[in-house]
């Protein structure tokens, strides 16, 4: 048995597009198609899905869906798949999922599966990236506005570009601690944000390893070429960046975190947090 677990606000798709989704879901075989209602609703289902030991869960929906959703998997017999239909897809993207919906539920139905890694911020589980800096502070606005898509991502990433003063942070890591003046700090499970954006294009999601990325200040005139490069898979390039690779981070701020988690906004009522790795732990179709 496969359970599709549909959100049906995620991103940009339309009401034609997602009754067509539906109708493409139903005509498969020995299939259960299940909406969420509310936050956290992809979760419950999910959870009940690994206790009647279902097959596979396929997410139809963005990253967050897919995070709520994978996160109630991890180290169970059921399989993820995922049908993007988000704003940014990172997952699906980095794991090759086909992006045009046909396409992605033939895979989900009848593809293979193999093993992926998750990641921990302070027990809070991603797949792709998490971090602090900017991108959360956009990911914050970015959940706030009624439209959806890289269109509103990328206009409030200019809006808030001039204002945003760069934090500094203390890294903790291979039993050294240094301090970090930062424009953003991520950590990378996979090589994308989403929409091929990459910020860790090295990254392998089953290498047991996470992958640091500090962009440091830089001034008005290098964002264009940072953009470039980010989109180009050569940020790491960049002499405005730093990466690192290990099993687990502390990070610690003056202030309670603002975070990011496959694109979702947290506001951490605490100061610190310990990034780690769980290798192999989640079994996913691609």
Known sequence: ????????????????????????????????LIFTEYAGHGAEISKRAVAEKVDKVIAVGGDGTVNEIARE?????????????????????????P????????????????????????????????????????????????SRGLKTYAKMSLKYFRTYKPQTYLLEYKGHEMSKTAFTITFANAAQYGNNAM????????????????????????????GVRLFKGTLPNSRYVETEKGTSFRLKSEEPLLVHFDGEPHQLSVNEVDVTIRQQCLKVVC
């Open 1 to 32: 048995m496969i359970w599709f677990i549909m959100n049906a606000t995620s991103g940009t798709t339309t009401e034609a597009r997602k009754s067509k989704i539906i109708k493409l879901i139903e005509n498969q075989k020995n299939v259960k």
């Open 99 to 146: 992006m045009k919906v046909e396409k992605a539920i033939q895979l989900a139905v009848s593809g293979k599966t193999v093993k992926i890694d998750a990641c921990f911020l302070n027990e809070i589980p991603f797949f792709c990236t998490a971090g602090v800096g900017f991108d959360a502070n956009v990911a914050n606005e970015f959940a706030k506005q009624k």
């Open 73 to 97: 998997l991890i180290d169970s017999e059921t399989a993820l798949g995922i049908i993007p239909i988000g704003s940014g897809n990172g997952l699906a993207r980095h794991l090759k999922i």
């Open 199 to 226: 910020i860790s294009p090295d990254s392998k999601i089953d290498d047991g390893l996470i992958d640091l990325v500090v962009l440091k200040p830089f001034p008005f005139g290098a964002a264009p070429i940072i």
